[in-house]
């Protein structure tokens, strides 16, 4: 199948709240887009206990139909289950890996490439051989601060025909307005360290500002707040000093899995801007969803557009909420973001 080359690379967790944000993206924000999808267990059942990884596969399948996606699997030990350890296993060059992909022909899989530190460079070489096969592009997930990353490359590009064929995608993780200099300077000495042959397009830098509580940030209060998006930042300072990256993300959300216990979350409402989020929050007692969108709207900075995400705030302005739960509300938020940044600047 074609690969077509994005403008925005989003990584996606394959839970119900984030693949409901990315299902109701518009075709042309989905043409444009090849996201990361990280593959977790199912939501478990009575039927599936483990939560079945092939569900979440379904649900990944329909939402995508053609368009190309870079397959990864969860580091996340609360959204993991047997089936992904075992995918995980590196006996036969992840042969596990390789014949799970192989249930899935028809779909524009960009398989991600797995190792540990201590894998040896033939189980590597045999695995990279094995995805070719049956894949026209691979990806590396790699960490800006790893400084092995181009003895990992020299491996890979070994089996290689063309650099063509391998998307480089670092990961930055969650950043701080303290660590930022830091994971800037760490990117661009990894740029330039990269071998020749690398396409600009073919080089992604993902990264995530939003915090897992939002009132832990300076300047973000009870009912309302402003969160700098500094993964926008750092786009532009790496496009500012030459290095012609493709834009990622974690398409506004944590990247590290929490969850609220039970009443202690408080109804909020996001909204992604060119360079920010602006939020507002009021407890149920308080006006709850309905109040927090209907605050939104009159926000002096809030300027709508069309997507499913804003008519979704519209509507609960108007006292209808579509969801009452903080994963629907993951969803808006998401479908805002990546409707707004999929063209990056």
Not at 51 to 61: A, F
Not at 77 to 105: A, H, K, R, V
Not at 321 to 345: C, D, E, Q
């Amino acid at each position: 199948m074609e690969y077509i080359r994005p403008t925005y690379v989003p990584i996606i967790k394959s839970t119900d709240a984030e693949l409901k944000g990315y299902s109701y993206l518009g075709e042309d924000v989905k043409a444009a887009t090849t996201p990361v999808f990280e593959l977790t267990r199912s939501r478990r059942s009575k039927n599936a206990p483990d939560g079945n990884i092939h569900r979440r596969m379904e649900q990944i399948s329909e939402i995508v139909k053609d368009i190309p996606f870079i397959l990864d699997l969860t580091a996340h030990e609360d959204l993991s289950n047997d089936q992904i350890d075992d995918l995980l296993d590196e006996t036969g060059g992840f042969q596990n890996w390789i014949e799970f992909l192989g249930e899935y022909p028809d779909l524009n899989i960009v398989p991600a490439i797995h190792f540990y530190e201590d894998t040896h460079e033939s189980v590597i070489k045999q695995e990279v051989q094995q995805l070719l096969s049956n894949h026209t592009k691979l990806a590396l997930r790699v960490q800006p601060d790893d400084s092995s990353i181009n003895d990992y490359l020299e491996i890979i590009r070994s089996v290689l025909t063309s650099d063509d064929q391998l998307i480089l995608v670092f990961d930055a993780d969650y950043i701080i307005e303290e660590e930022y200099q830091k994971i800037l300077e760490q990117i661009v000495e990894r740029y330039q360290d990269l071998p020749v042959g690398f396409e600009p397009w073919s080089i992604v830098v993902c990264a995530s500002s939003f915090p897992a509580s939002v009132v832990q940030l300076s300047g973000c209060y009870d009912d309302h707040g402003t969160i700098p998006l500094l993964e926008k930042k750092l786009h532009l300072d790496l496009k500012g000093k030459g290095y012609w990256i493709c834009y990622g993300d974690y398409a506004s959300v944590h990247p590290k899995r929490y969850q609220a216990r039970g009443g202690t979350w408080v109804p909020r409402v996001d909204i992604s801007l060119n360079d920010s989020i602006i939020y507002t929050r009021y407890r149920r007692q308080a006006g709850g969803y309905v109040r927090a969108a209907k605050e939104m709207i009159a926000h002096p900075r809030y300027s709508s557009f069309d997507c499913w995400g804003h008519e979704q705030v519209r509507q609960a302005a108007e006292g209808n909420p579509g969801g009452l739960s903080p994963s629907f509300w993951i969803a808006v938020r998401m479908n805002i973001h990546m409707s707004k940044h999929y063209i990056a600047t």
